[in-house]
């Protein structure tokens, strides 16, 4: 079973970078066309942040649209976020999946990580 590991979060002042790792313990085949990464802040629901096509095709939500930037590494089995101009609101458990489809819902993801946390303080 192939499995998904974050790596890369931490703490940061507002206005800082940090960037997000996503690798595969193994070759994701048909189930591993997109990848995306989703966020959950205490107390609120979980948030697809952005999603990658295995062409590299990208999408963002709107809230962190031009300040996130998404990629992956095929040969390495490895997605990246890059994120920037960090803001308290991005404070979050991250994590990351893979699906044949760009799901909205985490759950329905085939292959699922255990999250990364990110925290950014004022």
């Known amino acids: 079973q192939v499995r998904l590991v974050e790596s890369g979060g931490g703490s940061v002042q507002a206005g800082g970078s940090l960037r997000l790792s996503c690798a595969a313990s193994?070759?994701?085949?048909?189930?591993?066309?997109?990848m995306a990464w989703f966020r959950q802040a205490p107390g609120k629901e979980r948030e697809r942040v952005a999603g990658?096509?295995?062409?590299?095709?990208?999408d963002y939500a709107d809230s962190v649209k031009g300040r996130f930037t998404i990629s992956r590494d095929n040969p390495k089995n490895t997605m990246y976020l890059q994120m920037g101009s960090l803001k308290p609101e991005d404070t979050a458990m991250y994590y990351c999946?893979?699906?044949?489809?760009?799901?909205?819902?985490?759950?329905?993801?085939?292959?699922r990580g255990q999250g990364t946390q990110v925290t950014v303080s004022p």
């Open positions: 999946a893979a699906a044949p489809v760009y799901y909205g819902d985490y759950e329905k993801y085939n292959y």
């Open positions: 193994g070759v994701i085949y048909s189930g591993g066309d997109w």
């Open positions: 990658v096509f295995i062409d590299g095709s990208a």
